[in-house]
T-cell receptor, first 112, second 114 residues
Framework: DAGVIQSPRHEVTEMGQEVTLRCKPI?????LFWYRQTMMRGLELLIY????????DSGMPEDRFSAKMPNASFSTLKIQPSEPRDSAVYFC??????????FGPGTRLTVL | AQSVTQPDIHITVSEGASLELRCNYS??????LFWYVQSPGQGLQLLLK??????LVQGIKGFEAEFKRSQSSFNLRKPSVHWSDAAEYFC????????????FGGGTRLMVKP
């Protein structure tokens, strides 16, 4: 299996622009997670899905952040409008039932 | 609420020396415990996990960890460190009462001296 795929790997944008991060989970996995990693706050869970349904979005920082999972093989995390403090590495992870989470390579987002 | 503490932010060891990275957790039921490793610019790779059974678990790259319920600890060990082990290591806890959510510690950055 190719593992969890994320795109783009790097994104540089200007404040106020819309940013969309994409994730393809491992085939057959029924859980998908979005995390954010920063020096100050470490790894934070933003939201997770089970069978394409959002289960817990309490980690989403503000209404500027939204996530969707239209089908079992694709998810997006959108930031609109983006701000410099959103600069971070965003990881997607997937798992089968309650087993191990497998992480993608991450998207490094820089908001100028 | 669940939490994970990794007391050591940075650790430096000499190549060939033994290693122990500390992890303490707080969880209201039987925990699932994980160690992940992150190399610079990379995602997190699973080293090992504990769900139940034998409290000493073996992982990849020669790592092992021991679950000690009485101490709420899950320390990671390696008998002889290689230069390629330099990375950041994260301990995480999850389990049935938290759905499938993991809580990560702040990480320990390992540096290896030649």
């Amino acid at each position: 299996d190719a593992g969890v795929i994320q795109s783009p790997r790097h994104e540089v944008t200007e404040m106020g622009q819309e940013v969309t991060l994409r994730c393809k989970p491992i085939s057959g996995h029924d859980y998908l997670f979005w995390y954010r990693q920063t020096m100050m706050r470490g790894l934070e869970l933003l939201i997770y899905f089970n069978n394409n349904v959002p289960i817990d979005d309490s980690g989403m920082p503000e209404d500027r952040f939204s996530a969707k999972m239209p089908n079992a093989s694709f998810s997006t995390l959108k930031i609109q409008p983006s701000e410099p403090r959103d600069s971070a590495v965003y990881f997607c992870a997937s798992s089968l039932r309650s087993d191990t989470q497998y992480f993608g390579p991450g998207t490094r987002l820089t908001v100028l | 609420a669940q939490s994970v503490t990794q007391p050591d932010i940075h650790i430096t060891v000499s190549e060939g020396a033994s290693l122990e990275l500390r992890c303490n957790y707080s969880y209201g039921a039987t925990p699932y415990l994980f160690w992940y490793v992150q190399s610079p610019g990379q995602g997190l790779q699973l080293l090992l996990k504990y769900f139940s059974g034998d409290t000493l678990v073996q992982g990849i790259k020669g790592f092992e960890a021991e679950f000690k319920r009485s101490q709420s600890s899950f320390n990671l060990r390696k008998p002889s460190v290689h230069w390629s082990d330099a990375a950041e290591y994260f301990c995480a806890v999850g389990g049935s009462i938290a759905g499938n959510m993991l809580t990560f510690g702040g990480g320990t950055r390992l540096m290896v001296k030649p």
